[in-house]
Structures are given as structure tokens and as C-alpha cells.
């Protein structure tokens, strides 16, 4: 018995040792990360003494650089907030829905607006003015000359020398998983990680949405070459132009150089490793990652898909199945890019809940559904508000046009929407003034074709087509379409066998808008003898419905790119046969496809509106959308939060600004 108890007492001081051991490591390994930090912010700008960007150390050089200093983050910022600001508080937010992971491709909205808090690009948008950068992680961006290709230029990129990534914390991930030392360590950002962004990207077994939509960008860049660690040259894929005088001249698109200047790098020496340290592929030829198909199989269920690791203004500060928290980075170059120290954002299971977090005051922005503004008229007049803006926490609302965009898209593949004259009818047949009245409480706009009426894109000249269901059961009748057989639905007659007008609507159920409109309609076309099923389903198998096509028609949104946009991707048809493509509907016409050509290269303003507005009266006759509203968006925002405005209307602060939206990132806290 007593050697029973000694033994028992020996392994149990055996393992107290093992565990302090692990104790002291962790602290170990935490101090040189502290400490690592600490050196950093010693080089790292001040709010107090720096209340703007500091460049880096520029050497001189004969090429121009495509980044400009902002003159709002120079000297206007600075003005608003005096000489004694220092950031504080946390911002709160509150969204609906939940990622199945959060990769830097996950391709969810709320995804990507997080991975742009903490992964900044080459350069950043000039504040509130479109196709505009300033220097970021790139302190230059030259166009040089290239060789053997008159014309057609190469961007040199110079990084900043004082860029970090943040480590990883073990606190981050469930017990059973323990982080190799490498992880545990702050890298500098370099030239590999931009390199790594492009291979990952461009690995075409690997089927994140976000990653096949920047295919379609990224597949014009031939080359990207590592000078060293902070320099690499991005060489897009150059084009032969025949001139009159028999000369051949070269030119890259022109989106080449926007896109040079929002390039993302992506921690190499996180995701090319596995948790243990050891590295995913242990032969990295160059385009290894590019190509690899167990990178990609390991990419898809990579163990650090639930975390975020950047290098930006605001940090990582650990994710729930409830939030997801940022913290502002002390060691950021540019100390105006953060203004207060946390962000939170709490993630519901329904859009419902999102609104009783902001009523209850325990968010701090909320952007207000139009259903929900009858809502918003009773609390405003409800007791539990008065007491609320007693307290000083009185709500503030901003409306403006968001350029997102609902439409019904037809499958233009499939019987009987192949046929323009049909999708024509369809949108005769559907009141776009009833869905915006009574549906949205007049908070929406009437579009005409598939670009942000705020861009130099949209032609203004274009006029929604009328709700005219007899026009519409006119044409229905010239396409053969008759209610032959006195059961109220039309059908006509196919290879010889009579097809009933019968179809389903795919749609995202969790949405109320969109089930309210659904249903709307559904009894629209049951009235001109057309059986609409509606399909509500759930982001996954809504996802794959539209990645297989496997859909007659579906009610969605495009969020509308910021000018300039880039019409390729939705509606070229070498897309069609892409996987993830966005061209969902199939939509196929040769002047289409010649126009964007076109456009993909021209660089003169005026011409390219033009082109745009060629491309969206050939979208109109055709309609492969029935384009239903741009909406509105009725921001509110709680009394603490400052500077909340629109910058295209204060011309005052930022000349010759156009964007239509407020900024979250110059918000902050009173």
C-alpha cells in the first residue's frame, strides 16, 4: 500500500513538473512576442507626436510613382481631431448569419469586410475619391518601362520596412491542438507574402468563392518576380496593337494598374505550414502553391480557417460562434487608420436580433432593414428611448443610395428563358413600383440596367420598362404561349408535347425581404397564368444551386463594385463555363463580350462611357435580369459616434470627392 501511495505520489509531482514546465515555455515564448512588440513601437508612429501617416525612407528615382499622398489623412483628419485625441472605446456592430469558416476566400460579405480591417493592400483609396491610391504597405509603386514590349509597362513595388504580422495566440484554438513556437513569433510582411496571395488565388483546386472570383482579375498577371524581400515586380500579361503605320505597340488593361495598387499579401509562414511547424510541401518549387492539388487539399481544411492574421490598422482578437472582436494595432505605420482601441461584432442567428441589439443601446451602428421602419417610427417614440436620449444616447439616422442592386436573374440556358422576348415579358409582368412602396416603404430606387447610378457607368438616359401585364401577355402570345387546355396556366407546344409555363424561384429564406418579394411575385405571374414555385433555401444550398446552375430563375443582389467597374466577370461569356462563375445565368452575346474587350483597354473617360452605356442598353433589350430596385440604406448611429458623413456631399472637406457613402474607418467615439 505504500509503495501503491508513493507511486501515485511520484507521478503526481511528475506531472506538476511536466505542466510547469509547459508554463514556463508559454510564458517564455509570450515574452519574446512582448518583447518583439515592444521594439517595434519604439519605431512605431505616435498619435501624440505623428497625427498622420509618416512615409517611409524614399530613395529617389527616375520613375514616377503611381501613389499619392491623401490630403484628407494628411491634413484634414488631423484638423478634425485636434492635437490631444487619443483613441478610445469600442465600436459595437451586430450582423445576422454565420460563415461555415473565415479564410481570407470564405467570399461571405461580412467576411471580407473583416479581412479589409486587418489586411491592408500595396495602397489605399484616396478617402471618399474613386480610382485614387495612396501609399499603404507599398511606400512606391513604379511603372517602368518593359523590355521588349513597347508600350506595355511593369509595376516595381517597395514595401514599407516596418510592416508586421501579428502571431497567433493559443488561447485562439480548442485544447487539443497545440501551436508549434513558430507560430508564436511576429514576421515581417515581405515580397513572398504578396506572391503567396497570387498562388493561393490562382490555385484552381481550391473552390472558396472568394478565390474564384479574383481568378477572373488576377488570371491577366504573367508573372510576378522577387527581387528581394521587400521589392517585387508585377508583370501583367501585355497586348499587341497593330498601328497604321505597321508598328506593333503593347499595352496591359487598364485595370492592371488599380489592381497593382490594392494587392493583399497573404502570411506565407502561417498557411504553407502545418500546426505542428513542418511545412505543407516540402519541395516549394515557384509556383508550387499555384499548383499544388494537396496545398489545395489541405488549404480547404486548413486548422487556422477560423482565425484571421493580419498585419493592418486593427488586430485579430479572437472569434465565437457569438462575436468576433478587433483590437486597434499600436504598431500600424499610420495611427489615424484606427480611431478607437476595439471593434465588436456580434454575430446573430436572425435579422431580428441584430435589431434588438441596437434598440437596446449594446450596438453602436445598425443599418435598418426598409421593413423595419415603421419599427423604428414606434421606438423613437417609445418611453424606453426618451429614457435613452436622457442619458445622452440619442440615435442619429443618415439615408443614402448603397448601389447594391435585387433582381430576378433568369437562366438564360434553360426553357424557356432562353428567349429574350420571354425574359422581357417577365419584367412587364411585375410591379417594381409596388415591390418598392409597399414592400421597402419607398426605400429603393428604379434601376434600368446592372451598374450604381451614382458611376459614370450608369445611363441615365435608359427608362425602367412599365408594368403592362397586357403588353406582357402580348408578346407571351407571339412566342406561342396559350392557355390551351382552360386550367389558368399557359403552356405551349414543344416537339410535338405540350409544356405547361411552370418554373421554380430560388431564393435565400432567412432574408424576410426577400420571401416578402418572392411571394409577390409568385401571385404576379400566377395572374397572367404563370406558375412560379418558390424555393427558399439556406445560404449553402444556395451557394450550390448557383455554382451548379442548377436553377430556373433566383431573386438576388449584387453589391455594385466601386467605378471602375469590371462588367467581365458577370457578364462575358468565356465565364459561363468557369466554376463559381458569376455569370450564374448564362447570358451569352458577341457584341457584349467585344465591348468589354474593348473597355478592358481603353483608358480615355469619355469613350468608356460609352462603352459602359453600349453594354447596359444591350443588357436592357435583352434582360437577362429583371432588374427590380437599387436600395436605399437608413444608417443609424448611436450619439457617441463622430464623424459620420457622407463624402461626395462635404466637397468642403474632401474636393472632388464621389463616393456616396459614409466611412466607418474615420468614425470615432465621443
Given at each position: 500500500?505504500?509503495?501503491?501511495?508513493?507511486?501515485?505520489?511520484?507521478?503526481f509531482?511528475?506531472?506538476?513538473?511536466?505542466?510547469s514546465?509547459?508554463?514556463?515555455?508559454?510564458?517564455?515564448?509570450?515574452?519574446?512576442?512582448?518583447?518583439?512588440?515592444?521594439?517595434?513601437q519604439?519605431?512605431?508612429?505616435?498619435l501624440?507626436?505623428?497625427?498622420?501617416?509618416?512615409?517611409?525612407?524614399t530613395?529617389?528615382?527616375?520613375?514616377a510613382?503611381?501613389l499619392?499622398s491623401?490630403?484628407?489623412?494628411?491634413?484634414?483628419?488631423?484638423?478634425?481631431?485636434?492635437?490631444?485625441?487619443?483613441p478610445?472605446?469600442?465600436?459595437?456592430?451586430?450582423?445576422?448569419?454565420?460563415?461555415?469558416n473565415?479564410?481570407?476566400?470564405a467570399?461571405?460579405?461580412?467576411?471580407?469586410?473583416?479581412?479589409?480591417?486587418?489586411?491592408?493592400?500595396?495602397?489605399?483609396?484616396?478617402?471618399?475619391?474613386?480610382e485614387?491610391y495612396?501609399?499603404?504597405?507599398?511606400?512606391?509603386?513604379?511603372?517602368?518601362?518593359?523590355?521588349?514590349?513597347?508600350?506595355?509597362?511593369?509595376?516595381w513595388?517597395?514595401?514599407?520596412?516596418?510592416i508586421?504580422?501579428?502571431?497567433l495566440?493559443?488561447k485562439?484554438?480548442?485544447?487539443r491542438?497545440?501551436?508549434a513556437?513558430?507560430?508564436?513569433?511576429?514576421?515581417p510582411v515581405?515580397?513572398?507574402?504578396?506572391?503567396?496571395?497570387?498562388d493561393?488565388?490562382?490555385?484552381a483546386?481550391?473552390?472558396?468563392l472568394?478565390?474564384?472570383?479574383?481568378?477572373?482579375?488576377l488570371?491577366?498577371?504573367?508573372?510576378?518576380?522577387?527581387?528581394?524581400?521587400?521589392t517585387?515586380?508585377i508583370?501583367?500579361?501585355?497586348?499587341?496593337?497593330?498601328?497604321?503605320?505597321?508598328?506593333?505597340v503593347?499595352?496591359?488593361?487598364?485595370i492592371?494598374?488599380?489592381?497593382?495598387?490594392?494587392?493583399?499579401?497573404?502570411?506565407?509562414?502561417?498557411?504553407?505550414?502545418?500546426?505542428?511547424?513542418?511545412?505543407?510541401?516540402?519541395?516549394?518549387?515557384?509556383?508550387?502553391f499555384?499548383?499544388?492539388t494537396?496545398?489545395?487539399?489541405?488549404?480547404?481544411?486548413?486548422?487556422?480557417?477560423?482565425i484571421?492574421?493580419?498585419?493592418?490598422?486593427?488586430?485579430f482578437?479572437?472569434?465565437?460562434?457569438?462575436?468576433?472582436?478587433f483590437?486597434?494595432?499600436p504598431?500600424?505605420?499610420?495611427?489615424?487608420s484606427s480611431?478607437?482601441?476595439e471593434?465588436?461584432?456580434?454575430?446573430?442567428?436572425?435579422?431580428?436580433?441584430?435589431?434588438?441589439?441596437?434598440?437596446a443601446?449594446?450596438?453602436?451602428l445598425f443599418?435598418?432593414?426598409?421593413?423595419q421602419v415603421?419599427d423604428?417610427?414606434?421606438?423613437?417614440?417609445?418611453?424606453?428611448?426618451?429614457?435613452?436620449?436622457?442619458?445622452?444616447?440619442?440615435?442619429?439616422?443618415?439615408?443614402?443610395?448603397?448601389g447594391?442592386?435585387?433582381?430576378?436573374?433568369?437562366n438564360?440556358?434553360?426553357?424557356?428563358?432562353?428567349?429574350?422576348?420571354v425574359?422581357?415579358?417577365?419584367t412587364?409582368?411585375?410591379?417594381?413600383?409596388?415591390?418598392?412602396?409597399?414592400?421597402?416603404?419607398?426605400?429603393?430606387?428604379?434601376?434600368?440596367v446592372?451598374?450604381?447610378p451614382?458611376s459614370p457607368?450608369?445611363?441615365?438616359?435608359?427608362?425602367?420598362?412599365?408594368?403592362d401585364?397586357?403588353?406582357?401577355?402580348?408578346?407571351?402570345a407571339?412566342?406561342?404561349?396559350?392557355?390551351?387546355?382552360?386550367?389558368?396556366?399557359?403552356?405551349?407546344?414543344?416537339?410535338?408535347?405540350?409544356?405547361?409555363f411552370r418554373?421554380?424561384?430560388?431564393?435565400?429564406?432567412?432574408?424576410?425581404?426577400?420571401?416578402?418579394i418572392?411571394?409577390?411575385?409568385?401571385?404576379?405571374?400566377?395572374?397572367?397564368?404563370?406558375?412560379?414555385?418558390?424555393?427558399?433555401?439556406d445560404?449553402?444550398?444556395?451557394?450550390?444551386?448557383i455554382?451548379?446552375?442548377?436553377?430556373?430563375?433566383l431573386?438576388?443582389?449584387?453589391?455594385?463594385?466601386?467605378?471602375p467597374?469590371?462588367?467581365?466577370?458577370i457578364?462575358?461569356?468565356?465565364t459561363?463555363?468557369?466554376?463559381?462563375?458569376?455569370?450564374?445565368?448564362?447570358?451569352?452575346?458577341?457584341?457584349?463580350?467585344?465591348?468589354?474587350?474593348?473597355?478592358?483597354?481603353e483608358?480615355?473617360?469619355r469613350?468608356?462611357?460609352?462603352?459602359?452605356h453600349?453594354?447596359?442598353?444591350?443588357?436592357y433589350?435583352?434582360?437577362?435580369?429583371?432588374?427590380?430596385?437599387?436600395?436605399?440604406?437608413?444608417?443609424?448611429?448611436?450619439?457617441?459616434?463622430?464623424?459620420?458623413?457622407?463624402p461626395?456631399?462635404?466637397?468642403?472637406?474632401?474636393?472632388?470627392?464621389?463616393?456616396?457613402s459614409?466611412?466607418?474607418?474615420v468614425?470615432?467615439?465621443?
Amino acid at each position: 500500500m505504500l509503495r501503491f501511495l508513493f507511486g501515485i505520489i511520484v507521478v503526481f509531482f511528475l506531472g506538476m513538473l511536466y505542466w510547469s514546465s509547459l508554463l514556463q515555455e508559454e510564458a517564455l515564448q509570450a515574452m519574446r512576442v512582448e518583447i518583439e512588440t515592444l521594439r517595434t513601437q519604439e519605431r512605431a508612429p505616435s498619435l501624440a507626436t505623428t497625427p498622420h501617416v509618416t512615409p517611409a525612407t524614399t530613395v529617389p528615382s527616375a520613375f514616377a510613382n503611381i501613389l499619392t499622398s491623401d490630403p484628407y489623412y494628411e491634413k484634414t483628419l488631423p484638423a478634425q481631431l485636434g492635437p490631444s485625441f487619443i483613441p478610445q472605446g469600442t465600436i459595437r456592430a451586430s450582423i445576422y448569419g454565420k460563415p461555415s469558416n473565415i479564410n481570407p476566400f470564405a467570399g461571405w460579405v461580412h467576411t471580407t469586410e473583416w479581412w479589409r480591417y486587418i489586411l491592408p493592400t500595396t495602397g489605399n483609396s484616396h478617402f471618399g475619391i474613386f480610382e485614387t491610391y495612396a501609399p499603404s504597405l507599398a511606400q512606391r509603386i513604379e511603372e517602368r518601362p518593359r523590355k521588349n514590349y513597347p508600350g506595355a509597362p511593369e509595376f516595381w513595388v517597395f514595401l514599407r520596412d516596418d510592416i508586421f504580422w501579428q502571431p497567433l495566440e493559443q488561447k485562439w484554438f480548442p485544447d487539443r491542438l497545440t501551436l508549434a513556437p513558430w507560430f508564436l513569433q511576429s514576421y515581417p510582411v515581405t515580397s513572398a507574402d504578396f506572391k503567396f496571395f497570387y498562388d493561393v488565388a490562382m490555385n484552381a483546386a481550391i473552390s472558396d468563392l472568394g478565390a474564384m472570383g479574383l481568378r477572373t482579375y488576377l488570371g491577366g498577371i504573367e508573372e510576378i518576380e522577387i527581387v528581394d524581400e521587400k521589392t517585387f515586380i508585377i508583370r501583367w500579361k501585355p497586348h499587341p496593337f497593330l498601328q497604321p503605320d505597321g508598328t506593333t505597340v503593347y499595352r496591359n488593361k487598364y485595370i492592371a494598374k488599380i489592381w497593382t495598387a490594392s494587392f493583399t499579401p497573404l502570411p506565407k509562414w502561417l498557411y504553407s505550414r502545418f500546426a505542428d511547424g513542418h511545412p505543407i510541401l516540402e519541395d516549394e518549387a515557384i509556383d508550387s502553391f499555384r499548383t499544388s492539388t494537396i496545398f489545395a487539399q489541405n488549404w480547404m481544411q486548413h486548422w487556422a480557417r477560423n482565425i484571421m492574421v493580419g498585419c493592418g490598422p486593427w488586430l485579430f482578437n479572437g472569434y465565437t460562434e457569438r462575436e468576433i472582436r478587433f483590437k486597434r494595432n499600436p504598431r500600424y505605420f499610420s495611427p489615424l487608420s484606427s480611431l478607437t482601441e476595439e471593434k465588436t461584432i456580434f454575430i446573430r442567428g436572425a435579422q431580428e436580433a441584430t435589431w434588438q441589439d441596437f434598440k437596446a443601446g449594446s450596438v453602436d451602428l445598425f443599418e435598418i432593414p426598409p421593413r423595419q421602419v415603421l419599427d423604428l417610427e414606434d421606438f423613437l417614440a417609445s418611453a424606453d428611448y426618451k429614457k435613452q436620449q436622457a442619458k445622452g444616447d440619442t440615435i442619429h439616422r443618415l439615408d443614402y443610395l448603397d448601389g447594391a442592386f435585387n433582381y430576378v436573374g433568369w437562366n438564360n440556358a434553360r426553357f424557356p428563358f432562353d428567349n429574350a422576348n420571354v425574359r422581357k415579358a417577365m419584367t412587364l409582368a411585375i410591379d417594381r413600383n409596388r415591390i418598392i412602396h409597399t414592400i421597402l416603404n419607398d426605400l429603393a430606387v428604379h434601376i434600368t440596367v446592372p451598374f450604381a447610378p451614382f458611376s459614370p457607368a450608369y445611363n441615365k438616359a435608359l427608362q425602367p420598362l412599365p408594368f403592362d401585364p397586357e403588353k406582357s401577355r402580348q408578346i407571351l402570345a407571339e412566342e406561342g404561349w396559350f392557355d390551351q387546355d382552360g386550367d389558368g396556366i399557359l403552356d405551349k407546344e414543344v416537339n410535338g408535347k405540350r409544356v405547361p409555363f411552370r418554373f421554380q424561384l430560388l431564393y435565400f429564406i432567412k432574408n424576410e425581404n426577400s420571401k416578402a418579394i418572392c411571394e409577390y411575385i409568385t401571385t404576379a405571374l400566377r395572374q397572367m397564368g404563370i406558375e412560379c414555385q418558390l424555393n427558399g433555401v439556406d445560404h449553402a444550398d444556395l451557394s450550390k444551386n448557383i455554382e451548379d446552375k442548377s436553377f430556373d430563375a433566383l431573386f438576388l443582389a449584387w453589391g455594385a463594385s466601386s467605378p471602375p467597374e469590371d462588367p467581365r466577370q458577370i457578364w462575358h461569356s468565356e465565364t459561363i463555363s468557369l466554376k463559381g462563375s458569376s455569370n450564374h445565368v448564362s447570358f451569352r452575346n458577341k457584341e457584349v463580350d467585344k465591348l468589354i474587350e474593348e473597355l478592358d483597354f481603353e483608358s480615355d473617360t469619355r469613350k468608356r462611357a460609352l462603352l459602359y452605356h453600349r453594354i447596359g442598353q444591350i443588357l436592357y433589350d435583352e434582360q437577362p435580369y429583371t432588374l427590380l430596385y437599387a436600395s436605399k440604406t437608413i444608417f443609424l448611429y448611436r450619439d457617441r459616434v463622430q464623424n459620420v458623413f457622407i463624402p461626395a456631399d462635404r466637397q468642403d472637406l474632401i474636393p472632388g470627392a464621389n463616393v456616396p457613402s459614409p466611412a466607418s474607418q474615420v468614425m470615432w467615439l465621443r
